[in-house]
């Protein structure tokens, strides 16, 4: 047994004083902050504040086939560091794609034994396989993604017309979870200049995609998830489909709460990323979207790649490719922004821990509470730190060198330390098993 006393710990969206105490994987129970039990004592300073582990629903670990882009071992540790203790991997960028229940066995056989937290998957909704989406379902993925728009990679086609797919998610009452921008409207950009991308791929591309999506999802009754919106100009069609009772949420990244595109230098492609970083003004709308409710959750869209591929000696951002590696770094770019702008940390925890959990149907993640996972971090929010190395494989991040706050002390998954020197102890997640 252990108890874990702190004058801060985040319960049910607030802080308050408290001791949790953890009997094996799991918390027994949160206690009045002096109950004495007979228990090894973790006590954290006047500093520290005890948060539920992070969960972090969109991150592209990319292997197997492109490892060297990331991998599970690197994925999870740099997860661990940043105080996220659970993952859900993307269906793309890995080869093969997870589009069959034979490629999620892959996946899953390349992932066992490597995993410092506890990961799940989701599978892929590309043209023409409808018929395996029951099947990943059924087999344990979390839901299935679609591309509206081109994806990158030409092992994952686009989707841009879901209806058939959204038709096989409603017989089985799954999740729908779409890349949400309009190819008709974006065009190609090349060069060095950021104006000139962000205009290549303008809000109007998403609100168009989005507007299709909840035209489909309203028709076919589907649940559906909107991934990484960057355009506040969608907010309002969003909350006015959720008011008339289409099924869907929604999610934002730290890099759209913290960057903005007049601070991008012209031919620094380590912020590119697709939809783009907008304007000051654009990232002010998004945080209101969070604080009124219209956006659920931020996840990381951690999407690495190797150096060269970010193209930084042409510094071309339509060559270069698109994605912004962060996982490590969520927590502390997203509380950075939140504390200038006087939000509650407890109310980010929610953010970025209980509302993911929700997303996927994780009842034993995103909480401090009893019967919850002892999913733990001890978070020092005041300290200041400048971020340097990364435990991601790849260094790069638009995010090196930048001031922040917050400090992750330590993590604990299911009631023990992640430490370097202990065996990977992650679990490989099915939906539904608790
Ligand atoms: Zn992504």
């Not at 105080?83 to 080869?95: A, H, K, Q, W």
């Not at 996982?327 to 929610?350: C, N, S």
């Not at 090196?400 to 917050?406: H, K, M, P, Q, V």
Request: proline share 7%; glycine share 10%; hydrophobic share 45%.
């Amino acid at each position: 047994m252990i108890v874990f006393r702190a004058q801060r710990v985040v319960v049910d969206g607030v802080e308050q004083p408290a001791a949790v105490l953890v009997v094996g994987e799991s918390i027994e129970a949160v206690l009045p902050v002096d109950t004495l039990v007979d228990a090894h004592e973790v006590v954290l300073g006047p500093e520290e504040v005890l948060l539920p582990g992070l969960v972090d629903t969109h991150v592209h670990v990319n292997e197997p086939g492109r490892t060297e882009w990331e991998g599970f071992a690197t994925a999870t540790a740099a997860a661990a560091a940043g105080g996220v203790t659970t993952i859900v991997d993307m269906p793309l960028n890995s080869l093969p794609p997870t589009l069959d229940v034979a490629s999620l066995d892959v996946k899953r056989t390349a992932a066992a034994g490597q995993c410092r937290v506890d990961v799940g998957f989701w599978g892929g909704a590309v043209p023409g396989n409808e018929g395996q989406l029951r099947p990943l379902h059924d087999a344990g993925v979390f839901g299935v993604k679609c591309f509206l728009i081109d994806s990158g990679v030409p092992e994952f086609p686009a989707l841009p017309d879901p209806s058939a797919a959204l038709r096989a998610v409603a017989a089985y009452d799954g999740l729908l979870i779409a890349h949400a921008e309009d190819g008709d409207l974006v065009v190609d950009a090349t060069g060095r200049r950021y104006a000139d991308f962000v205009a290549s791929r303008p809000e109007a591309s998403e609100s168009s995609a989005i507007a299709r999506l909840l035209r489909l999802a309203g028709e076919t009754g589907a649940r559906v998830h909107v991934v990484h919106l960057s355009a506040a100009a969608a907010l309002p069609m969003l909350a006015a489909a959720r008011a008339s009772g289409v099924r869907v949420s929604v999610e934002t990244c730290p890099h759209y709460l913290a960057l903005t595109a007049e601070e991008v230098p012209d031919g620094d492609t380590r912020f590119k990323c697709c939809p783009p970083v907008r304007e000051a003004g654009n990232r002010d709308a998004l945080w209101h979207g969070l604080r009124d409710g219209t956006i659920d959750m931020i996840v990381s869209d951690h999407s690495p790649c190797t150096p060269d591929l970010k193209r930084l000696e042409t510094g071309d951002f339509g060559q270069a490719w698109g994605g912004i590696a962060s996982l490590q770094l969520g927590l502390p770019v997203v509380w950075t922004q939140a504390r200038e702008r006087g939000i509650p940390l407890a109310e980010v925890v929610t953010w970025m821990s209980h509302r993911p959990a929700e997303l996927v149907g994780l009842h034993r993640k995103g909480r401090i509470a009893a019967g919850q996972d002892a999913d733990l971090v001890v978070f020092a929010p005041e300290q200041p730190f400048t971020v340097g190395e990364l435990r991601h494989r790849n260094p790069i991040t638009p995010y090196a060198g930048r001031d922040l706050r917050g400090v992750v002390r330590s993590t604990w998954l299911r009631g023990a330390p992640i430490e370097d020197e202990a065996p990977p102890r992650g679990r490989l997640l099915v939906r539904g098993e608790d």
